[in-house]
């Protein structure tokens, strides 16, 4: 059995209000709901967290070390300029994984840049919720 974490930045608790055409109408709830029920999670012990404090995601990640096996971080706008969130998930040397719901790679062009992807061990990009069940495959990939 694994402890995985599941943090979310800011905004992400608009989810299903803000954007629906680029973010789908699906609430941070609905998706957390959806990914629990799945089979892939029956074994595991899946944390979630959503904050619009750089300063609370860099503190539970922190918090992570020596309490989780891996991260799944979809780190919102502060994707492309937080250095320290960065430097967090550098500092805890815990598997991290980025996601996005949407194609930061087809969008705005500062949405192009992430700080973060160079400290993780892999990116999802635009595959909406099923990123999040992609990510924690990819986690549950490295402890085989």
């Known amino acids: 059995m694994k402890n995985i974490y599941i943090l979310n930045g800011p905004n992400l608790n608009l989810l299903g209000k803000r954007q629906p055409e680029i973010y789908g109408s699906e609430t ?5 709901n959806w990914l629990n029920d799945l089979p892939e999670t ?5 944390t979630w967290f959503q904050s619009n404090h750089e300063g609370d995601l860099i503190n539970r990640l922190h918090e992570a070390l020596g309490n989780t096996d ?5 780190p919102g ?19 991290t994984v980025e996601v996005h719901l ?7 062009i500062f949405r ?7 400290v993780c061990i892999k990116q ?6 099923l990123g999040y069940l992609e990510g924690l495959k990819k986690l549950l990939s490295v402890f085989d």
């Open 112 to 118: 192009k840049v992430s700080v973060i992807k160079d």
């Open 70 to 74: 891996g991260v799944i971080i979809n």
């Open 42 to 46: 029956e074994s595991h012990t899946i």
């Open 28 to 32: 941070l709830s609905d998706i957390e």
């Open 102 to 108: 949407s194609d930061i790679y087809s969008r705005e």
């Open 77 to 95: 706008a502060l994707t492309h300029y937080s250095y320290a969130l960065r430097d967090a998930i550098s500092s805890v040397n815990i598997p």
């Open 124 to 129: 999802i990009s635009g595959k909406g919720k």
